[in-house]
């Protein structure tokens, strides 16, 4: 929030004491409680005379906890600048919960710092605390210690609540996600060796109604339309596949299905629906969207599964309104279409849509019957890059892609770099054979991976940044790094307990089988000739990473050439390697 800067009085008189106003508030709502951003404004207005003070400024952070100590509080760091830099004498707040709930260790530091600058903190409801009064540090310190504990046993209790829940396999949730309702059940359990009965809330599939009418009918109806279309070919726009999300919304609001609000039905909404695990039973945590500072917002950004902190299995939370195999293979589908990757077979052409034919401009290329050419619209000039139109022959890329797989097949001596292309695409054909919930569930543990991995990363960016100077700082830094460390490793070994796909034996002799004369693989009778577009593009997507195109030197005039072997480059798959540690994250940690 942006501080509000205070009229000086009205009167005449020489005011000499200079205050600055303080406010905040956990959750961002209007309401008229005592902790309410207006009434902590008009307490703080009305102190500042009694205290012979001229108001300057306030300063306001609304939505933000005062006892995380990962939150950043932007505008108390605001006042704690203008303090270093301006002549004031006083800060006000409502009362010391308003100013701090963290650890007085973390407090103190900053309250030491104000009192160096001569600054008094002023409670409207507990009094003055005067930076040459050791009486009243004492008591500040005391008050701060106090907050501190009632914010800490407010939490411990909360997550004591639902940790038992969670173990109990209870839903620990607020409102019930969409198609899904709560009922209570009273369960027994031994904990520490004594039974223990709770009621716990479990989740279910709301009731159906014979229309249709009802949520879980609409989620059911949305997830069966995706599984009937997603497979079929498909010719158009990629964006506009039938079972593409925005597709299916407009599909049910063609059809008169009421969305979530009463409404019609919007994409997004649509989107974060499909996506909830506990659609399958499964108890998960939203992720939010977070501001420039860090800060999380509320704006959903999605979910993560929560799973038993010993085996890394998911916890479930009651039943299913989608089979977690089902659930598990929708999600393939979406994170698909997120990433431009899709094992569908997207149109008639070989190459389009696949990810893997680009222009020399790094633009992917489309098919026409008889052509791939550039994607980029027809007049736009872009700095650096062709001028005009890039087209190749179809057929000969298609011949030129596949003889390059076939070499690689049937090659004789197998150097180092075949061997690891082969391996590579042993690896994928494991993948498409898969078990859908293993590998649904593989995926999205290594989502989880990637999130605590990136979350490490950072921390290591804000310990070089300067962030975790100090004591307090590096035994901060040691205790989250030990946290995100710990979750990381039941990851792991969910990861390995899960397992990699069984890797297959290539078909090597069914690929380059062939009744040509000649032994040419492609010729007639070759198992090329006699594949559907569907296995060529299987084929092309187990061998091939990327297929450049380069723009022709210049046209073919009558007798035109398409020199194929000069314009095409074709990259072989290769293994994806996993980043070593850095050696200046070592270092770092070295010095911590």
Request: with cysteine.
């Amino acid at each position: 929030m942006t501080a509000t800067l205070e009229a000086a009085p009205e009167h005449g008189s020489s005011v000499l004491r200079l205050a600055v106003g303080y406010a905040r508030q956990s959750k961002k709502k209007a309401d008229k409680s005592e902790a309410s951003p207006q009434t902590q404004d008009e307490a703080i207005r009305r102190k500042a005379p009694e205290r012979g003070c001229r108001l300057l400024k306030i300063y306001r952070d609304i939505g933000v906890s005062g006892y995380d100590p990962t939150v950043k509080r932007k505008d108390f760091e605001r006042l704690l600048n203008y303090c270093r830099g301006n002549e004031v004498h006083e800060i006000i707040v409502y009362n010391v919960t308003r100013f701090s709930r963290r650890e007085p260790k973390d407090a103190i530091p900053v309250v030491l710092e104000l009192f160096s600058l001569g600054i008094a903190i002023t409670s409207v409801s507990e009094g003055s605390f005067s930076p040459d009064n050791t009486m009243e540090l004492i008591m500040l310190i005391m008050r701060l210690d106090a907050a501190h504990q009632d914010s800490k046993n407010k939490s411990e209790g909360i997550a004591g609540a639902k940790r038992l829940a969670k173990q109990f396999g209870g839903w620990t949730g607020g409102v019930p996600p969409y198609g899904m309702e709560s009922y209570p059940e009273s369960v027994t359990r031994v904990v520490d060796g004594k039974p223990v009965t709770v009621t716990i809330r479990l989740l279910r599939p709301v009731p159906r109604n014979e229309e249709g009418t009802d949520q879980a009918s609409s989620v059911l109806r949305m997830v069966d339309r995706i599984f009937e279309l997603k497979d079929k070919p498909w010719s158009g726009k990629r964006n506009a596949h039938p079972a593409s999300v925005s597709a299916v919304v407009a599909w049910m609001n063609s059809a008169g299905w009421v969305g979530q609000n009463g409404g019609a039905w919007r994409t997004p909404t649509a989107k974060r629906i499909l996506t909830d695990p506990r659609l399958a039973g499964f108890a998960a945590d939203t992720v939010y969207h977070k501001d420039s500072d860090g800060n999380p917002t509320r704006t959903v950004n999605g979910y993560k599964i929560l799973r038993d902190e010993e085996t890394g299995e998911p916890i479930t939370i009651g039943e299913a309104l989608i089979p977690p195999a089902r659930w598990f293979e929708l999600q393939k589908w979406l994170r698909g279409r997120e990433t431009g990757r899709s094992d569908t077979p997207w149109g008639t052409h070989l190459l389009t849509a696949m990810g893997v034919l680009k222009c020399e401009c790094g633009r992917p290329m489309t098919g026409s019957p008889r052509l791939y050419k550039c994607s980029r619209p027809a007049g736009v000039v872009e700095d650096g890059k062709h001028v005009g139109g890039n087209t190749i022959n179809q057929a000969e890329v298609n011949d030129h892609v596949a003889r390059r797989i076939m070499a690689v097949l049937m090659t004789a001596e197998r150097d180092e770099e075949t061997l690891d292309t082969l391996a590579e695409a042993t690896r994928r054909l494991g993948k498409l054979q898969e078990n859908p919930t293993a590998r649904g569930e593989r995926a999205s543990l290594l989502g989880e991976q990637k999130e605590i991995t990136s979350g490490i990363d950072r921390m290591y960016d804000d310990l070089k940044a300067g962030i975790y100077e100090g004591k307090i700082g590096r035994a901060r830094f040691l205790q989250e790094k030990e946290t995100l460390e710990k979750r990381l490793s039941v990851i792991e070994r969910r990861i390995a307990e899960v397992g990699g796909p069984e890797l297959p034996a290539l078909p090597i002799e069914q690929w380059t089988y062939t009744e040509d004369p000649d032994g040419d693989p492609l010729g007639e009778g070759s198992w090329w000739q006699e594949a559907g577009t569907a296995d060529k593009r299987m084929l092309v997507s187990l061998f091939v990473d990327e297929v450049r195109v380069r723009k022709a030197a210049g046209r073919g005039g009558s007798n035109r050439v398409c020199r194929v072997e000069e314009r095409v480059s074709v990259a072989m798959a290769k293994p994806e390697h996993e980043e070593q540690e850095p050696a200046e994250q070592v270092a770092l940690m070295e010095a911590v």
